[in-house]
Nanobody, 115 residues
């Protein structure tokens, strides 16, 4: 059973930066892919950024060029550097991991960007 422990998030002014971290515990195997999804109030959950164990990355259109995902395979940890934040980035951010075809989610961390 994989558990995802998220840290980071909080309140920041528009134009500011935040860094999210997520560590996967409970598995002795390498994680196939990790990343972040966001869900704003009243909206569907959508992909923010993903990274595979091989280092391939994928970003949602709205964060391209502003957010950077990176990972540490040995620590089974993924990071999301969020720069040039906008009020529309306000959402709960969920850590995600895929392993052997199974999907795991963190508990979510709130990111609020004030204008």
């Amino acid at each position: 059973q994989v558990q995802l422990v998220e840290t980071g998030g909080g309140l920041v002014q528009a134009g500011g930066s935040l860094r999210l971290s997520c560590a996967a515990t409970g598995s002795m195997f390498s994680i196939d892919a990790m990343g972040w999804y966001s869900q704003a109030t009243g909206k569907q959950r959508e992909v923010v950024a993903l990274i595979t164990s091989g280092g391939d990355t994928n970003y949602g259109d709205s964060v391209q060029g502003r957010f950077t995902i990176s990972g540490d395979n040995a620590k089974k940890t993924v990071y999301l550097q969020m720069d040039s934040l906008k009020p529309e980035d306000t959402a709960v951010y969920y850590c995600y991991a895929a392993l052997f075809g199974l999907h795991y989610w963190g508990q979510g961390t709130q990111v609020t960007v004030s204008s």
